[in-house]
């Protein structure tokens, strides 16, 4: 561990010699029973807001929604301390809540349920002749969609789900999905599970996003004293509130801190519209620099470094004529750049199994032989049972995608590209945090189908694949890293890592029925192909649709630029994290390569450079004491960042109207 690779013991958070004072607490009746009740609501909330209001409330790796509701938590208990000491919560209590809370929403959210709901039936309703959807039909499982009979009022709206003939149509559908999507987050906590002791006991892992709430909820040595917090809690107040105000009146000045016209620096710099470099942007968002500020020196300077290294590549290759200036990146031509992202991603997941190894061999040793580990206690699940769920919840989903109609040989290869791509995603989420991430612009399936070589997979089994295109194309909401990032708490926060898990996985499944209904009842009554709802969530089922049709009319084999673009990516972390295996002044972390090419850092790579530059400088010159006094100044500005940006969510939802928010619009 070098200088700049802190442990949370170094950043500030709890240290082991903390966690192991005194027994873990376990999560107590009152916390499980408030987590059931809000867990409905949050979701009813994050549902209404994204699909009816347009607000995001769910797509931020530090959850707005869920943020909101426990500094509300916070303020409440504050009052009860004082005047009925016996009702405040614990900060165990919290954070349980807070994890449960976190994973509902994301269920929620984006790219989870909401894409479900709108695709099952959208090939039926807009086959025309012209796009040839029909052909397609025959190959649809009965028992994936709902009865026809109740499709009209969904997409008409103005009516009610509430019905006993719409219920019938839609129950077989939503309880396969249902029960799909629960074995799919139950297959990814035990991934999380096998490897929570790896990442989080012996590679210490900082996970930036968990710092928030535990800095907010310690008990001891309250933050709200600190006068840095204030002092970084009051500059994104004051800009953002004139900013929300240059909003609604446009003759009110501001200084605009996101991505804007006029913070264009591509454009500002001369580059020609064709150029890599025309959409380069300044951001300065109070959020991303608080969440960078825990972030390791190296992944923040590699995240910035490869954002730019990527626009150099795309030049290159523009000189020399591999391709035209004109060409869409994300075309099939030099230099590949979405597909070594893809590449880069499942090489990520491949260099975080073979780090767990040693512990991975120790675990099936121990289960085969049933060996009980020493230092094995009732916090955590046992080795066995993890190792059953595993199996139980991978061969569900096998069988699952095998009767949908995709044959063995191809499950077994999707299974592989999304899993470890996956499992890449979260580990960047547990060193880089940041606080929205994107997953590669070639996900998955784009990438496995054109590799394979359509003419290669028969038109049932690209038809099956189409209908699991859901959770691979949004990762902003996916489950994996919050459950991820809920162990960590566990571990941080001296609470039991299986009640933690209990938590979770309640929550899990009371947010997908939930959601479920409350989509149901949305489009039912708004009408799902009416301007009163979002159309990024109901026009997105068209693209994989219509991805399906070109693949069949293809008939192409296998592309040999897919696989060498993936492949190169891949080389390249491996390359690089054997170099940072060897020397420890190795500068370029494998996480900043793999985000290069998403969106991730288009608004991020500038705040990302500004902490990269006041953190070295804080730590060469000023050591570990200066850094951990900057601290407060950091969660100040996440704070003062959510405050602001709730107060113009909740004010648009009052209002019926659509105000200031921090994602450009």
Known sequence: MNQYQMSPKQQG?????????????????????????????????????????????????????????????????????????????SRSELLYIYVMLTVAGSIAGVGMVQFIVPMLTHIFKFATPENKWAQFWPYVPTWMIPKESVWEGFYRGQTTFFTMENIKGWLVPIGV?????????????????????????????????????????????????????????????????????????????????????????????????????????????????????????????????????????????????????EASAAMVEMPYLNQQSL???????????????????????????GVKEQNQSKDHFSDRTILLGFLATGIFLGLFFWISGIPVALIALFFFIYFFTLLGFTRIRAEAGLPWTF????????????????????????????YFQWFDWDYRCVNMPYQMEGLKIASAANLKSRHMVKGILTASAIAIIVA??????????????????????????????NHLRTWAESGEGMNWGEIAGGGAGAAMVVFLAWMRSRWLWWPFHPVGYALSATFTPEWLWCPLFIVWLAKGFILRYGGMRLYRRGIPFAIGLILGDYIITAFWALTGLILHKHLYTTFPQ
């Not at 609501?41 to 790796?61: C, D, H, K, N």
């Not at 491949?350 to 120790?362: D, F, G, I, P, T």
């Not at 409350?518 to 009408?527: E, K, N």
Request: contains cysteine; glycine residues 6%; proline residues 7%.
């Open 13 to 89: 958070g709890p240290g082991k010699a903390e966690e192991r004072a005194t027994p873990a607490s376990p999560m107590s009746r009152r916390a499980l029973l408030l987590g059931i009740i809000l867990v409905p609501l949050l979701v009813l909330a994050v549902v209404y807001g994204e699909i009816v209001r347009f607000v995001e409330l769910a797509t931020t790796s530090l959850m707005l929604i869920a943020i909101f509701i426990l500094i509300l938590f916070l303020a409440v208990n504050a009052l009860l301390k004082r005047w009925k000491p016996g009702w405040h919560l």
């Open 177 to 325: 999905w249902s029960l799909f999507t629960f074995a799919f987050l139950s297959f990814m906590m035990s991934i999380n599970l096998l490897l929570r002791r790896q990442w989080i006991e012996r590679e210490r892992l900082t996970f930036p996003i968990v710092y928030f709430p535990l800095e907010l909820t310690r008990e001891k040595e309250p933050l709200l004293k600190n006068k840095l917090l204030w002092i970084g809690f009051l500059i994104p107040v004051i800009l953002e509130s004139l900013a929300g105000l240059n909003y609604i009146n446009p003759s009110i000045p501001y200084l605009p801190i996101k991505p804007t016209g006029a913070l264009r620096l591509g454009r500002f710099l001369g580059a020609e519209q064709a150029s890599p470099f025309y959409d380069v942007t300044l951001a300065f968002y109070p959020l991303a620099l608080g969440i960078a500020y825990f972030v390791q020196l190296e992944v923040l300077f590699s995240c910035w470094f490869f954002y730019w290294f990527a626009r150099f590549q795309d030049l290159v290759c523009i000189w020399l004529g591999f391709r035209g200036p």
């Open 343 to 369: 590449g880069a991603f499942v090489a990520l997941g491949l260099v975080a199994v073979w780090l767990a190894r040693s512990h991975l061999a120790n675990v099936i040793v121990s289960v085969f032989k």
């Open 439 to 466: 997953g590669p612009n070639h996900p998955p399936h784009l990438f496995m189908v054109p590799s394979v070589g359509p003419v290669n997979i028969s038109p049932r089994a690209l038809t099956a694949l189409t």
């Open 516 to 545: 479920f209904l409350a989509l149901l009842a949305l489009y039912y009554r708004f009408g799902a192909e009416t301007g009163s709802v979002d159309d990024y969530r109901t026009g997105w089922a068209s693209m994989p649709i």
